[in-house]
């Protein structure tokens, strides 16, 4: 990796699928993996996949005996295929040759995916091929590929195939592929005009449509040589082959443009008419990719973030920020999505979405905040299914899934398959309600950042009071304590689901969990000074909250129970989790390795992780994460237990020892907690998740789909963690403590309607607030709150 680039120089096939996840090119609307345009999909080393933003299935398999329901995140057309070959001769296969040089470039400064690569044939025939490629950041409807092919010891004639195949099914991730796959039927194929052949497919259940158009043209020295074009097609593949001669030296272009458009379009009458007419309407690899670069360049405007001392990082940062913004852009606004924890780079957890929101959120409020609105309305228009969910359940207000889809319904399997031992078994992840907290979190965060009134009054609002209504009605009293208790759920670590030799499920009191709620009721009762009374009583009469549901909410954030082991100030990850035993960390990192699912190894091994002091990942740390001391203290305070900011340390100390790190979102909420404390350990924990998906350090998740959540947390890390940024009491606070190994650093964010640079070093702080139209902020640093106005600029000494 260099400046705006990753480079590969060698051709390696064992490493093509991570390189087809990394170098995904995608604009917020949909997003291909980086396959080679001549690759078909086999289950080693391609895997051209194409997914759309909301474009789910479901389908039933029976596997093991059992019906096993799943809605996956479609592998739709692939609209890659071009190759050539030799008359009656086999296609190109690059591992049918011998490649005597080789180099791929992916461009994040223009989102442009290139090629070059020298190889010799079984014959002897030397050739060059240069390709490029974008995903139009542009034009979210248009793609197009240019090739450049060379040959350098030969001439003749040679036949290009250029294809639109629908005949793919989801097989990217090998654990799922005894589930059905088989998502798309066909509708129709065929040509549209002499220069453009088309495809319509359906999702089998969901009804989704998607028509393509390719275009093909072909550029060659002399002008005026032939081309001889043919139709090929099948149920669901059309193909158009166009003979032509080629010369010594003289290069061959050929311009794929293709034309994308769904069912799910706004503003279209038909999506295969649409496709045909609009890829008329395209002009040439070169104008659409002018158009392209500009669109990423107005994104980086926005979105860059510069450490010039540290390139490693620097470049590693760009390409996550890449990826999140080809995840999610402009292009997505209207489409009724939410983040994918995987991206839109492949088909782990079915592209399901989880909780990653809370570490990919932050960094869009303070960038693209329009985006966090957009994807804040995927949430709020679920709540109805949210409703659904926790009346079903026995409680009032509404309980998000931990896995969502397409409409909000909860997308956990109540059983999975144990690949090391073959064995089914029960999971209740589905119980982590803390999904409730996290949302109303990104709400309040958002909110805060942008101090947006109108989406808090009309949307935000509505979904904080129903989720206090559920944290209220899911919590029960201790007639003995006198406290309130969460029963039946499971935390963030997500190994813990239940208790050693329980036949209940769940666990009781998770810390995070309980704190949480406590939280969100609080933001809730606090919603009453800010909104006007007129739309507090629309809310109360629409969600059907009393003056006792509210008398309650006072009651459960002033009693609600923190469980702590013994006398100690350590907080227990659950009730009961002190009695577990001690975990031999050593002798299985020694026959495991760093990254273990313990929870797999040890039932394969006829054992059981709740048996022990082992989570997966940040569990009560995620607390520190997510608040400062200061609030957290506040709340404990509240609750009327003594907790100290030096407790903060011992916490941090008890778990890291049992931690597995079995998540890339867990050295990532370690390295935040670290970073006041302990820089040095702090950027240690920032350098292994900075690099968990370039160098895939958990052997082999990354090649089904980028981890979307801890490229934007590193990114946010860095914003945020090392920066001291939060915002709390209506101030932006600032308190850096930048790690030796970064000592420059330089962003620009907004807040509240400002466009405020930062410039950091070790020494000193700049902070310049451009001019605009915006009121006048507070903004705190190390402590001292000062007020800004446009065109401020100020200098600060940090070094005490």
Same mark, same amino acid.
Not at 129 to 150: C, D, Q
Not at 417 to 426: E, F, H, I, K
Not at 700 to 705: A, D, I, L, N, S
């Given at each position: ?24 090119l995608?604009? #917020?609307?949909?997003?291909?993996r980086?396959?080679?345009?001549e ?6 080393t391609?895997?051209?996949?194409? /997914? !759309? ?15 096993v ?7 739709w ?8 070959r ?7 296969d ?5 490649? &005597? ?9 223009q #989102?442009?995916l ?24 542009a034009?979210?409807h ?6 450049e092919?060379?040959p ?55 009804k ?7 275009r ?5 020295e002399?002008?005026?040589n ?8 099948e149920? #669901?593949?059309v ?5 032509v ?12 443009v ?6 799910r379009?706004k ?12 890829s008329?309407?395209?002009g040439?690899f ?9 669109a990423?360049?107005? !994104?980086?405007?926005?979105t860059?973030?510069?450490i ?8 590693i ?7 999140l913004?080809?995840?999610?852009s ?5 489409m ?61 207000g509404?309980?998000?899934p ?6 909000g ?9 144990n ?22 979190y990104?709400?309040?965060?958002? /909110? ?5 009134m ?63 709620a ?8 606090? !919603?009453?000074g800010i !909104?006007?009374d ?20 006072r ?12 006398q ?7 009730e009961?989790?002190?009695q ?18 313990l929870?797999?190894?040890l ?13 997966k990942q ?6 520190? /994460? ?15 237990y003594?907790?100290k ?18 998540s890339?979102?867990s050295? &990532?909420?370690h390295s ?8 040095k ?17 958990? #052997? ?27 915002i709390r ?10 790690p030796?190994?970064?000592g ?22 700049l ?6 139209w ?7 640093v ?7 106005q ?11």
């Amino acid at each position: 990796m260099y400046d705006w680039k990753v480079a590969y120089d060698t051709w390696a096939p064992e490493e093509q699928p991570l390189r087809e996840a990394l170098c995904t090119l995608g604009n #917020g609307y949909f997003a291909t993996r980086g396959a080679f345009e001549e690759a078909d999909a086999d289950q080693k080393t391609h895997y051209p996949g194409t /997914y !759309l933003a909301g474009g789910y299935n479901r389908l039933v398999s029976e596997v093991a005996g059992r019906q096993v329901e799943n809605e996956d995140l479609v592998n739709w057309p692939n609209w890659l295929p071009l190759t050539f070959r030799h008359t009656n001769e086999e296609w190109f296969d690059v591992s049918r040759v011998e490649v &005597i040089s080789f180099r791929q470039e992916l461009d994040m400064r223009q #989102g442009l995916l290139e090629r070059r690569m020298r190889f010799r044939d079984g014959s002897g025939r030397e050739s060059t091929l240069y390709s490029r490629r974008l995903v139009s950041m542009a034009n979210r409807h248009v793609a197009v590929i240019e090739w450049e092919l060379t040959p350098q010891n030969w001439s003749g004639e040679i036949e290009i195939k250029s294809a639109l195949d629908g005949q793919v099914v989801n097989s990217g991730v090998s654990r799922y592929r005894d589930y059905e796959s088989q998502h798309l039927e066909p509708l129709q194929q065929g040509q549209h005009n002499e220069e453009t052949i088309f495809l319509k497919v359906q999702t089998v259940q969901s009804k989704i449509q998607m028509a393509l158009a390719a275009r093909t043209r072909i550029y060659m020295e002399p002008k005026g040589n032939e081309v001889v074009r043919t139709l090929q097609t099948e149920d #669901g593949y059309v193909a158009q082959h166009l003979r032509v001669k080629c010369e010594h030296k003289r290069p061959l272009r050929v311009e794929k443009v293709v034309q994308l458009q769904t069912s799910r379009d706004k503003a279209i009458s038909e999506p295969l008419q649409d496709a045909c007419r609009n890829s008329e309407r395209q002009g040439s690899f070169t104008h659409l990719l002018e158009k392209h670069r500009l669109a990423w360049q107005r !994104l980086w405007n926005r979105t860059e973030l510069q450490i010039a001392c540290n390139s490693k990082a620097q470049s590693i940062l760009r390409l996550h920020i890449f990826h999140l913004l080809q995840t999610v852009s402009a292009n997505t606004i209207g489409m009724d999505v939410g983040v994918p924890a995987r991206g839109l780079h492949g088909e782990a957890y079915r592209g399901h979405i989880f909780w990653d929101e809370l570490f990919i959120f932050p960094f869009l409020n303070m960038h693209l905040p329009e985006l966090t609105r957009e994807l804040l309305f995927y949430r709020y228009r679920r709540l109805p299914e949210a409703r659904y969910a926790a009346a079903k359940a026995g409680y009032r207000g509404a309980m998000f899934p931990w896995q969502s889809g397409s409409n909000g319904q909860e997308e956990t399997q109540q059983v999975h398959l144990n690949p090391q031992s073959g064995n089914w078994l029960v999971d209740n992840t589905h119980l982590q309600r803390h999904i409730n907290g996290a949302i109303a979190y990104n709400v309040w965060q958002y /909110y805060q950042t942008t101090e947006d009134m109108e989406f808090l009054t009309f949307v935000g609002a509505e979904m904080i009071l129903d989720i206090a209504q559920f944290w209220s009605t899911i919590a029960e009293v201790n007639t003995k304590t006198g406290r309130f208790e969460i029963h039946h759920v499971v935390g963030p670590d997500e190994y813990h689901a239940d208790y050693p030799d329980s036949e209940e499920p769940g666990l009781s009191n998770n810390a995070y969990t309980n704190v949480m709620a406590v939280w969100v009721i609080q933001r809730a009762l606090q !919603l009453f000074g800010i !909104l006007d009374d007129s739309r507090v009583e629309e809310l109360l009469q629409k969600l059907t909250i009393s003056e006792a549901d509210i008398e309650r909410w006072r009651d459960i954030s002033h009693k609600m129970y923190v469980p702590f082991i013994g006398q100690s100030n350590i907080m227990a990850q659950f009730e009961g989790y002190e009695q577990l035993e001690d975990f031999p960390w050593q002798e299985y990192k020694e026959k495991y390795g760093e990254s273990m699912r313990l929870d797999r190894i040890l039932e394969s091994e006829g054992d059981n992780v709740n048996r022990y002091k082992a989570s997966k990942q940040a569990d009560v740390l995620m607390l520190f /994460y997510l608040f400062s001391a200061e609030e957290l203290i506040h709340i404990f305070d509240l609750l009327g237990y003594s907790f100290k900011p030096e407790h903060i340390h011992e916490n941090i100390a008890y778990y890291e020892e049992r931690t597995s790190h079995g998540s890339t979102l867990s050295k &990532i909420v370690h390295s935040w907690v670290l970073a006041r404390s302990d820089r040095k350990r702090a950027y240690k924990n920032f350098q292994v998740a900075l690099v968990s998906d370039v160098e895939d350090v958990q #052997g082999g998740t990354t090649p089904e789909g980028i981890h979307l959540g801890a490229m934007a947390g590193t990114v946010d890390l860095v914003q945020r963690g090392f920066t001291g940024l939060e915002i709390r009491d209506n101030v932006l606070w600032l308190a850096p403590a930048l790690p030796e190994e970064i000592g420059c650093l330089n962003f620009q964010l907004r807040y509240r309607s400002h466009w405020i640079s930062l410039s950091f070093t070790h020494d000193k702080l700049l902070i310049v607030i451009d001019r605009g139209w915006a009121k006048e902020v507070q903004i705190g640093v190390n402590g001292t709150v000062y007020t800004f106005q446009t065109g401020d600029r100020r200098e600060f000494d940090i070094s005490r």
